[in-house]
């Protein structure tokens, strides 16, 4: 009988890092990004769960997780200190919905969307592949993201599971 996981659920404007073992959960994604870095070899991964796209957008600057910009080189930090190596590190990203689409003005883009862009672009600026995404639309998502697998699981209310 094998001994579950540990479970580590990152809540807004917060990362973790795990090494060899453990679940990273960012539960109830709406416009925010989870961020999810691994480095298979290493058997290190990282979630950082993102509210802003730019950190100019906050009031809170002694949490750079909270943007886009300043989580991405803060996650690849800790998990350098474990042992990962950027060349090696594959992205996910999870979230960036659009939950007020239809108060939006025409011709503007909504938080969700800017925070993925925001995402995908410090992730090229770090030389991370992103290998997997489930971003967009006007539903929220929840992630788990398994070390051991290599898997994330995204569950969304209504939908199946799905396996990035």
Known sequence: MSVPA????VRMGEYAVVRDDGVLV???LGSCVAVILHDR???VAGLA????PSASLSRDRDRPARAAETAVP????????EGADVARMAARLVGGASMFANLLVA????MGERNTL?????LRAAG???VGESVGETLGRSVWFDLRRGTAVIRSVGREDHVL
């Open 118 to 122: 925001a995402a995908r672009a410090a």
């Open 107 to 110: 011709g503007t883009v909504s």
């Open 41 to 43: 070899h290493a058997c």
């Open 26 to 28: 960012a539960l109830g």
């Open 128 to 130: 991370i592949p992103i």
């Open 49 to 52: 769960h993102v509210v802003l």
């Open 6 to 9: 540990r479970e580590i659920v």
């Open 74 to 81: 803060l996650l690849v930090g800790a998990m350098k200190a």
